[in-house]
């Protein structure tokens, strides 16, 4: 039986185990024994639910960051890698666990030390993630903020860094790029979704939906637009945009991570409702016609592929280049971290309104109508299993 281990090591969001799940999925109804090893197992408990898949425990990182990455280096080195003695010890984890299970492929989702000890092993691997998380292959990596001229002797100075770190303990890594030398690369977005400006020259396998959840819902009746919501109570100016939707009188219904149970009910309303956990965003997706996110990559294009517009209001820098890539091929408005107060409110009229917007999302949902992500899944996993 061929064996297989998944990994994830870094990110915090379903945006990772959901695309996971959906490709074990493939691997186990092709015969394969399926191993999960990630930081955080009890989400992953939650997203894999009743798979026949092992889950396990990996080391945790300690992140420290002081700001926004400059690129990718910078963004592994503030997640973890700042810390020798636990890289150390993280390689030699994954390189006994390695050692010990034998796997046929492992496939990793931002996990770079499984990647390298994968590496140094010679075991078959790939990388699967979006443009964020699976960066260009070039040395120096470009930059994380398009809106700003990064000079390239900043960017190598952050890649020589991070390649002395890993130098002492995995000696044949000379440039940053090297951590993805010898695997296979699945960038599962759409082009024009990737984080990274220009073209890249690899291919673009296209989003592997996953689902969160299938909690059922009812819309609320109200007047004008279905509006859905997923948003977090901790982001700045929930409260106002809550009320200006409910005082609007439209039908609404979101989730919103890390709510209380009393602010959920003093939000609620006749024409507004907050689920207590994620909902289905697949029927949800067919269903509105406006959508608020924080800009995660899954429910973002969930929302385009089905032609929606999009209100992007991100908490970080992975969601704010995604809201900059959409917002300039005139696919999305967005909320910067520096927009006036009330902003929020002005670009979701802007949203309803704009007949431009209106146009474009409509021309990326006709234009990837046909996609298919389980045949994507199939051809992933096909591809990985002849590597074997």
């Given amino acids: 039986m061929t064996r297989v281990?998944?990994?994830?090591?870094?990110?915090?969001?379903?945006?990772?185990?959901?695309?996971?799940?959906?490709?074990?999925?493939e691997f186990i109804q092709r015969g394969c024994n399926v191993l999960l090893m990630c930081r955080d197992c009890e989400k992953a408990a939650r997203a894999f639910g009743d798979r026949d898949i092992a889950i396990e425990q990996s080391p945790a990182w300690k992140v420290r960051k002081t700001g926004f990455s400059l690129n990718y280096a910078q963004c592994i080195w503030g997640n973890g890698y700042w810390d020798e003695e636990r890289f150390r010890t993280h390689v030699v984890w994954w390189k006994k666990r390695f050692?010990?299970?034998?796997?046929?492929?492992?496939?990793?989702?931002y996990a770079p030390t499984a990647l390298l000890a994968a590496m140094s092993l010679d075991l078959p691997r790939g990388a699967i993630g979006t443009g964020f998380t699976l960066p260009p292959a070039a040395t120096p990596m470009p930059g994380l903020h398009p809106w700003f001229s990064l000079p390239a002797n900043?960017?190598?100075?952050?890649?020589d860094?991070?390649?002395?770190?890993i130098g002492k303990t995995l000696p044949s890594i000379q440039t940053v790029e090297h951590i993805f030398s010898g695997a296979q690369r699945y960038l599962i977005i759409f082009p024009e979704t990737d984080h990274y400006e220009g073209s890249r020259q690899e291919k673009y396998w296209g989003p592997v939906f996953g689902q969160a959840s299938d909690r059922r819902y009812i819309w609320p009746e109200g007047?004008?637009?279905?509006?859905?919501f997923y948003l977090s109570a901790a982001g700045g100016g929930l409260k106002d945009f809550i009320a200006h939707v409910r005082d609007l009188g439209l039908p609404?219904?979101?989730?919103?991570?890390?709510l209380s149970e009393s602010d959920r009910r003093t939000m609620e309303s006749d024409t507004l409702r907050i689920s207590p956990t994620p909902i289905d965003i697949t029927r949800v997706a067919s269903e509105c016609d406006l959508a608020v996110t924080h800009g995660g990559y899954g429910t973002s294009i969930r929302m385009l592929h089905a032609g929606k517009r999009l209100l992007i209001c991100p908490e970080q820098l992975e969601q704010t280049l995604l809201?900059?890539?959409?917002?300039?091929q005139g696919l999305c408005e967005f909320?910067?971290?520096?927009?006036?107060?009330?902003?929020m409110k002005e670009k979701f009229g802007r949203i309803a309104n704009a007949v431009e917007l209106g146009k474009n999302v409509a021309a990326f949902a006709a234009k990837y109508a046909g996609y298919d992500a389980t045949r994507t899944v199939r051809e992933i996993v096909h591809t990985c299993l002849k590597a074997a």
């Fill in 5 to 25: 281990v998944l990994a994830n090591e870094m990110g915090g969001g379903w945006g990772h185990f959901l695309p996971l799940r959906a490709i074990a999925n």
């Fill in 99 to 109: 050692r010990t299970l034998r796997p046929d492929y492992v496939l990793t989702d």
């Fill in 154 to 159: 900043k960017l190598m100075e952050s890649e």
């Fill in 161 to 165: 860094i991070l390649v002395e770190r």
């Fill in 223 to 228: 007047n004008g637009p279905k509006t859905f």
């Fill in 252 to 258: 609404a219904i979101g989730y919103i991570r890390g």
């Fill in 323 to 328: 809201a900059h890539r959409l917002h300039k």
């Fill in 335 to 343: 909320v910067g971290f520096f927009s006036e107060k009330n902003s």
